[in-house]
């Protein structure tokens, strides 16, 4: 039902612009003709004719500007709310601390998002340095797909399926 409204809209709008856009055209050729026949005799009922004309030209044509301005400010708006959504989408309202309050203030969010993850990377970090064990290995070595690579040398997986056991302690080197 939106669909149609919306059709029904764009129909109306379309058609407004073209019987605006053919008074226009209507009123530019009507002025050209009565400047013809003012150049030749001038007379002043031709002359308010004209002023009549071009008043109703300058208010179709500032309707037409007044229109654009509205669009543009539509789209700004558009723009600017589209902007809030994504931010808001990306804001975190709320979290619980360890003690299990809410905790709703942005400075206090960014506080504890920093602490667990500087506490987080220092666990890691420990890790990252360690001996690498041959299940690491061998889990690395299953999770490869056929005919990746393996630093510069490529490694197909059936080939290795029946000398896995043996290349484990051998790449700890």
Do not use: M, W
Not at 3 to 18: M, T, V
Not at 87 to 101: C, F, H, V, W
Request: charged share 25%.
């Amino acid at each position: 039902t939106l669909k149609a409204y919306r059709g029904q809209i764009i129909e109306y709008s379309s058609r407004a612009k073209k019987v605006r856009v053919s008074k226009l055209i209507d009123i530019s050729r009507s002025i050209l003709e009565i400047d013809n026949l003012y150049s030749s005799s001038p007379c002043p009922t031709l002359f308010k004719e004209r002023l009549r004309l071009q008043t109703e030209y300058n208010l179709l044509s500032t309707d037409r500007a007044t229109h654009l301005i509205t669009k543009s400010r539509f789209a700004v708006y558009d723009s600017a709310q589209q902007a809030r959504q994504a931010q808001s989408i990306r804001l975190i309202p709320k979290i619980y601390s360890e003690t299990g309050e809410t905790v709703t203030d942005h400075r206090d969010i960014n506080d504890t998002f920093k602490e667990y993850y500087s506490v987080y990377t220092a666990l890691n970090n420990s890790l990252l340095g360690g001996q690498i064990s041959n299940e690491e290995i061998l889990r690395a070595i299953k999770s490869l797909k056929c005919n990746k690579h393996l630093d510069q040398t490529v490694i197909v997986q059936n080939s290795i399926r029946n000398v896995r056991p043996n290349f484990a302690p051998c790449s700890k080197t």
